[in-house]
């Protein structure tokens, strides 16, 4: 493609044609998860924006990547469920995810699951892509960024409401709050990636040995 590819230029814009890819990488998970996340890269591709705009740069270090990224994920569930969620008034229990009590047939499906369709494939649409977009539209100032953290965040905590309910959404937007801060900051996305599938793989394992309700006690009683 030439450098000054006409169509690439207005998939990085804002006209129809751009308005059209970003409402057609929306509506990706509608049809199937993690369809978003591929549109991205395929958007990303046509339009000749470069993977580090969205955040996938290499990072500095994997194995600090990894290793502050699991804790954090593991640190960051534990808070939620222990304490931000009792203070929210979500019940103990994840009834949206119970059937994952004990069931061993269910639970290689949804180990990949949450780590490909919600650590990969969630942060690279409500992070990397949205970011990236908003960015270009409200600019990289600490206003702007702020700005952009916060929406992103509620988008995130949306998008688990018909699934998970209030609970779930509320829990969403305060994780999309804490990543999408470190996001912001730090301009790399792997820390998030990780941090996410860590929380969601703790997650699962409370719902699956059945602690979820000792775990949400702990601080309250």
Do not use: C
């Amino acid at each position: 493609m030439p450098p000054d590819d006409p169509v690439a230029v207005r998939l990085r814009g804002f006209g129809p044609l751009g308005l059209a890819a970003i409402l057609l990488v929306l509506a990706g998970n509608l049809v199937v998860a993690p369809l978003s996340a591929l549109l991205v890269l395929a958007w990303a591709w046509r339009s000749r924006t470069l993977w580090a705009e969205l955040g996938l740069a290499r990072p500095r270090s994997w194995i600090a990547s990894f290793a502050i990224g699991i804790a954090l994920g593991v640190a960051l569930k534990l808070v939620m469920k222990a304490l931000v969620m009792p203070l929210l008034g979500a019940p103990p229990v994840n009834a949206a995810y119970h059937y994952l009590a004990g069931n061993e047939s269910a639970l290689p499906g949804m180990i990949v699951t949450v780590v490909f369709v919600a650590g990969v494939g969630e942060e690279i649409l409500f992070r990397g892509f949205l970011f990236e977009r908003l960015g270009r539209l409200l600019g990289t100032g600490a206003a702007a960024k702020t700005a952009i953290v916060l929406l992103t965040a509620a988008l995130f905590g949306l998008a688990h409401l018909p699934e998970q309910g209030l609970p779930g959404a509320g829990q969403g937007a305060v994780v999309g709050l804490v990543l999408g801060a470190i996001f912001a900051v730090s301009g790399r996305l792997w820390v998030p990636i990780i941090a996410h599938a860590a929380f969601d793989l703790v997650a699962v394992a409370l719902i699956y040995w059945g602690v979820e309700t000792e775990v949400a006690t702990f601080v309250f009683g």
